[in-house]
Structure formats: C-alpha cells, structure tokens
C-alpha cells in the first residue's frame, strides 16, 4: 500500500481531455507526455494515405497514422487493415504542434468497451494462479476469463510504488487468498509490452468499497455546519476542496445514515464523483466497518447526478491530501 493503510485517487478521463486509457505507463525517468483521447464515429480510414478522419459534433477530426501507431481490435492488438470500417471509435494522441496529431493509438469500438472495464473495473472468473520468469526472478501470474470473455494472463507486481492491490473480505490479502473458479473484479495496468501488470483484484464487494476509481481514506480533522466536514489523509499534509450535500450517502454501524453519527478524529472512506482543479464532489462518505453496507448500496444505487442537481446546494468541505494512487 502506499500508505500505511489505504490511499486513492484516480481521475476518469472521458471525452477530448488528457488521459490514459489503455495507452501505456511512462518508464521510470521519462517525462510524461500530454495523451489526449477523442472519441467519435469512423468517416474515413485510408490506409493509403495513412490517415483517419472521425466525425464528432465539434466536427471533423482528422489523424495521421504511421508504423508505430497500435491498433486495437476486439480487446487485443490488431492490424490496420483488419480493422472495422465503420462504428465508433477512438483514438489517442500525443497533444504536441498543430493537426492532424499523429496517432499513437486507435480503438475499435469492441475494443473501447472491453479496454475501458479492465482499466475501470472488470468482472472475471479465475482461471488458475502460476508463478512466471522474470529475469532471474520469479513472479506470481493470475489467469481468468473476463466477462467480455478475453483470455488475460495478469503479473502481480509485488513491490514498488505501483505494486499491485490484492483485497478480500475488506482486508488485503495474498493471491493466495483466491482459488480457482472465484469470482473476481480487477483491474489491468498495460505497459507497452505483451505482458500485462494487474492493477487491483477483490472480491467484488470490497472492490465497490475499496478499489473502485476516485476514493480516498482519512480521519475527520473538523466538521462543520449542514454536512461540511474535513479530512486528514495520513501521509499527507495537502488539502483538497470537497462538496457534500443532500445527495451525499453516509454509512455508519452497518448501515445507511445521516452525517450526525460522524465526529472529528473517526475514520471514513470518502467516494466522489468528479474533481476538478482541486475541487471534490462527495458521492459517499462510510466509516471503514461500514464498508460492506456501502457495497450493497453502491452495487444497486443510481449514477450520481452532478453537483447541485440532487437536494439542493451541495456544502463545502475540506479534504486533506487528495493524492494519487489504486485501490
């Protein structure tokens, strides 16, 4: 973990902004480049010329393609000449000069829904739990069937800043923990290489409460009129602005509540569901035993509507330390 328990905050990326998908992570010490993605439908691919042309609202968008750009095909690498002549698709792109950008990376539309559930969270049956060579060493792999039934061979990376999250009932746990024919959610870290990292794995209740993107872990430092509250997250000093209102869902003693259980220095999982320019709109806020009441809720509870459009004025909040990091 990167703390001493658990710390995260990933941003969803979605539409014309700059963002990951399953374009590899940057190797350590190289400055990582601005990646933006747009997604539209297929007006023209010529793979004479090398160039495809996306029709979107904003209007048409045109890109270049070369050797070194990957094509993605059903959820796996692809040809560009096998590749699907009309639907949507999406291409990323490095955000450097002026258009047509080149494209690093084009997706079928197959491709945006499988690659999309294994970078979000992916429902998947374990197939069986090996150990690989890497180098001199010896690392643990996961095999399972995913629910848009690909074949992933995942590594565990077992140290590092970005090692892999193993979770079960709520606690991290060893792979070992998992047997064959469990069923599992996870998430797929890629890196330029045939060889594909797992990011998180749980059960799928403790993946809700815990692994699910954009979630952070702290003590309450202060709490204040109408729901406003304020975080302390260990390990860092930082402070982020967050808004709770009426439509934020507290759970406390195992079950569904309102804020007045919460009290300065008590534990909490704070979920939201957006965060811009240090801003942070609370879709949840459950103490840690409370976890499992959140997953039920979270696993059947509508998609959150945006700030201010559920009970009223949302109340400002102060969160510490949003920092970044999975599950």
């Keep these: 973990m990167r703390t001493s328990w658990l710390l995260w905050v990933v941003l969803a990326a979605a539409g014309s902004v700059v963002a990951q998908g399953p ?51 059903n959820g796996d690498p692809g040809k560009l000449e096998d590749f699907p002549k009309d639907g949507r698709v999406r291409v990323q792109y490095v955000r450097e000069g002026e258009p047509p950008h080149a494209a690093r990376e084009i997706l079928d539309e197959a491709s945006i829904a499988i690659l999309d559930a294994e970078t979000k969270g992916e429902r998947a049956t374990i197939d069986s739990i090996e150990e690989r060579p890497q180098g001199k060493a010896r690392v643990q792999a996961v095999l399972v069937t995913t629910a848009h039934g690909k074949k992933r061979e995942l590594l565990l990376r077992a140290e590092g800043e970005r090692k892999s999250v193993v979770m079960k009932d709520g606690q991290p746990v060893e792979l070992k923990a998992f047997a064959v024919g469990d069923k599992v959610m996870l998430t797929v870290r890629r890196t330029g290489t045939p060889r594909l990292i797992l990011a998180d794995l749980a059960d799928e209740p403790t993946f809700l409460a815990f692994c699910a993107k954009q979630t952070l872990r702290g003590k309450i430092a202060s709490m204040g009129d109408a729901g406003a509250f304020s975080v302390a997250v260990e390990g860092s000093a930082e402070r982020t602005n967050a808004q709770s209102g009426a439509g934020t869902a507290w759970f406390a003693g195992g079950k569904k509540v309102d804020a007045s259980p919460f009290k300065v220095g008590d534990d909490v999982v704070v979920k939201y569901t957006q965060k811009s320019k240090g801003l942070v709109q609370a879709a949840a806020v459950f103490a840690p035993d409370s976890w499992r009441a959140y997953a039920e809720w979270a696993a059947t509870a509508p998609p959150p509507a945006p700030a201010g459009k559920r009970g009223g004025q949302p109340k400002a909040a102060q969160v510490a330390g949003a920092g970044s990091g999975v599950c």
């Design 23 to 73: 374009a590899a992570e940057a190797p350590a010490g190289r400055k990582r480049e601005r990646v933006a993605e747009v997604t539209g439908k297929l007006a023209k691919l010529d793979t004479a010329l090398q160039v495809i042309e996306l029709s979107r609202r904003a209007g048409a968008e045109k890109f270049t393609l070369s050797a070194t750009t990957k094509v993605w095909i």
